[in-house]
């Protein structure tokens, strides 16, 4: 049996033919075996194309300034994978989560059931519940991975289910276009409870499925409301507001615009709870919430370096509204190296306004999403990014854009999480 974290990370990542294999059969029937119940008292899971992470940081952080016991379930991780569970303000850590994957590794194989096949967000899904069913928490917050209806996450009867944002991304397993996408991820919400919605204009089969099975739909811009507070000494302030209720709060330390949406709809989430949160601790919690590859900034021998996560065009379309809002005085310098799943010349488009010159770079990450920089060169062939500068890696293009950057310029790094992650393992180096 694998021995250290690395050790089963590489053994449940061979234990399934495919990466992805939505339903929950198997991961159901591994979770009866390990009587697997509820992880907390409170229970809110959270869907969404973009902005699921940023929302769970939002309500950990709030929640926890109430003094309340969390536990946070996220995917995928950037730099370790103890990021992806977090009990009471911490990762776990090595240890837990080899004892977490020994205990799902005796009952997916257990000698008198048979033997169940578990992909590896399957194996860790359950992994991370057996940790916080042991955790003793107030309030679970889980990010589902894919979709809804049929992720691992989705084995848990949530009290609070958010759907963040809806847009095209993953179409191979969800589809074609908002409605079917919205239709797969509304079914995290359960009969009779709240399912809060963090955009305007969410799709209708989301609000028909709501219909469908009674639970409140609890909607941005129709329910609850996020307001700029006016006046040059506003400092970012805001407004949120429901009917019958309102409170001024801080602008989010997270630096996209579209944060403050974010941190409204964990706002609202927490409030469909039945549980007390002080006054005090709604700004705290806003303030206080963090999450690297969003928009970070860091510093490069003297030029800024933005680093975000964002890979389908919904996120390239608010990264280019930002850039927008914060200008440079000199250029934007773009790297991209996104995985052969997505849209690159929509990621591109998105950003044209906004980017002077662009830097492509490969990804290998081991499997059938790898993209070689000569591959994503030839899908961009006819978008702005044509004449791209190639490099193998991320690191190699982090470095040639630093060589020809000036001091006026910034460095946008952007297109998956394995992007940033190479890109911080280089920037925490010192280059």
Same mark, same amino acid.
């Given at each position: 049996?694998?021995?250290?974290?690395?050790?089963?990370?590489?053994?449940?990542?061979? !234990?399934?033919?495919?990466?992805?294999?939505?339903?929950?059969?198997?991961?159901?029937?591994?979770?009866?075996?390990?009587?697997?119940?509820? &992880?907390?008292?409170?229970?809110?899971?959270?869907?969404?194309?973009?902005?699921?992470?940023?929302?769970? $940081?939002?309500?950990?952080?709030?929640? #926890?300034?109430?003094?309340?016991?969390?536990?946070?379930?996220?995917?995928?991780?950037?730099?370790?994978?103890?990021?992806?569970?977090?009990?009471?303000?911490?990762?776990?850590?090595?240890?837990?989560?080899?004892?977490?994957?020994?205990?799902?590794?005796?009952?997916? #194989?257990?000698?008198?059931?048979?033997?169940?096949?578990? #992909?590896? *967000?399957?194996?860790?899904?359950?992994?991370?519940?057996?940790?916080?069913?042991?955790?003793?928490?107030?309030?679970?917050?889980?990010?589902?991975?894919?979709?809804?209806?049929?992720?691992?996450?989705?084995?848990?009867?949530?009290?609070?289910?958010?759907? #963040?944002?809806?847009?095209?991304?993953?179409?191979?397993?969800?589809? %074609?276009?908002?409605?079917?996408?919205?239709?797969?991820? @509304?079914?995290?919400?359960?009969?009779?409870? &709240?399912?809060?919605?963090?955009?305007?204009?969410?799709?209708?089969?989301?609000?028909?499925?709501?219909?469908?099975?009674?639970?409140?739909?609890?909607?941005?811009?129709?329910?609850?409301?996020?307001?700029?507070?006016?006046? &040059?000494?506003?400092?970012? +302030?805001?407004?949120?507001?429901?009917?019958?209720?309102?409170?001024?709060? %801080?602008? =989010?330390?997270?630096?996209?615009?579209?944060?403050?949406?974010?941190?409204?709809?964990?706002?609202?989430?927490?409030?469909?709870?039945?549980?007390?949160?002080?006054?005090?601790?709604?700004?705290?919690?806003?303030?206080? /919430?963090?999450?690297?590859?969003?928009? !970070?900034?860091?510093?490069?021998?003297?030029? =800024?370096?933005?680093?975000?996560?964002?890979?389908? %065009?919904?996120? /390239?379309?608010?990264?280019?509204?930002?850039?927008?809002?914060? &200008?440079?005085?000199?250029?934007?310098?773009?790297?991209?190296?996104?995985?052969?799943?997505?849209? $690159?010349?929509?990621?591109?488009?998105?950003?044209? $306004?906004?980017?002077?010159?662009?830097?492509?770079?490969?990804?290998?990450?081991?499997?059938? +999403?790898?993209?070689?920089?000569?591959?994503?060169? $030839?899908?961009?062939?006819?978008? %702005?990014?044509?004449?791209?500068?190639?490099?193998?890696?991320?690191? !190699?293009?982090?470095? @040639?854009?630093?060589?020809?950057?000036?001091? !006026?310029?910034?460095?946008?790094?952007?297109?998956? *999480?394995?992007?940033?992650?190479?890109?911080?393992?280089?920037?925490?180096?010192?280059?």
């Amino acid at each position: 049996m694998p021995r250290s974290l690395a050790d089963w990370l590489d053994y449940i990542g061979r !234990q399934h033919p495919v990466a992805i294999d939505m339903g929950l059969a198997r991961v159901g029937e591994v979770a009866r075996r390990m009587a697997l119940a509820r &992880p907390a008292r409170h229970l809110i899971s959270v869907a969404g194309t973009n902005g699921k992470g940023s929302t769970v $940081a939002f309500i950990e952080a709030i929640a #926890t300034a109430a003094n309340l016991r969390v536990g946070t379930y996220t995917s995928p991780h950037l730099l370790r994978y103890n990021e992806r569970v977090r009990i009471g303000g911490r990762e776990a850590s090595d240890t837990e989560l080899v004892e977490a994957f020994s205990a799902v590794e005796a009952a997916r #194989t257990e000698p008198s059931a048979g033997t169940i096949a578990l #992909t590896y *967000f399957e194996f860790g899904t359950l992994a991370a519940l057996w940790l916080l069913q042991r955790a003793d928490l107030d309030l679970a917050v889980l990010e589902v991975g894919l979709g809804g209806r049929l992720d691992a996450v989705n084995l848990v009867d949530a009290d609070v289910a958010v759907i #963040t944002t809806v847009d095209i991304d993953h179409v191979e397993w969800l589809g %074609p276009d908002r409605e079917s996408i919205g239709a797969e991820k @509304a079914g995290i919400a359960r009969a009779w409870k &709240p399912l809060v919605l963090g955009e305007v204009d969410s799709p209708a089969s989301v609000l028909r499925h709501a219909y469908a099975i009674g639970a409140n739909a609890i909607r941005l811009g129709s329910d609850f409301f996020h307001e700029s507070v006016d006046g &040059p000494a506003s400092d970012g +302030r805001w407004r949120w507001r429901e009917p019958g209720f309102e409170m001024e709060l %801080p602008a =989010p330390s997270l630096a996209a615009t579209v944060q403050r949406a974010n941190a409204a709809t964990a706002i609202a989430a927490l409030r469909a709870l039945p549980i007390e949160i002080q006054s005090d601790a709604w700004a705290a919690g806003v303030a206080a /919430a963090y999450l690297p590859g969003r928009l !970070q900034q860091l510093d490069m021998d003297g030029v =800024p370096v933005l680093l975000d996560v964002g890979h389908n %065009p919904q996120a /390239a379309r608010e990264l280019c509204r930002f850039l927008g809002k914060h &200008p440079v005085q000199g250029q934007t310098l773009a790297i991209l190296a996104a995985l052969a799943d997505k849209d $690159a010349a929509e990621l591109v488009q998105a950003l044209s $306004a906004a980017v002077s010159r662009w830097f492509l770079a490969g990804l290998s990450i081991g499997g059938s +999403r790898d993209q070689a920089v000569e591959m994503l060169a $030839a899908r961009l062939a006819h978008t %702005p990014a044509a004449d791209a500068e190639r490099h193998v890696t991320v690191v !190699q293009a982090l470095q @040639a854009a630093r060589a020809r950057a000036r001091p !006026q310029d910034r460095i946008l790094v952007f297109g998956s *999480f394995h992007t940033v992650a190479e890109a911080l393992v280089l920037l925490h180096s010192g280059h």
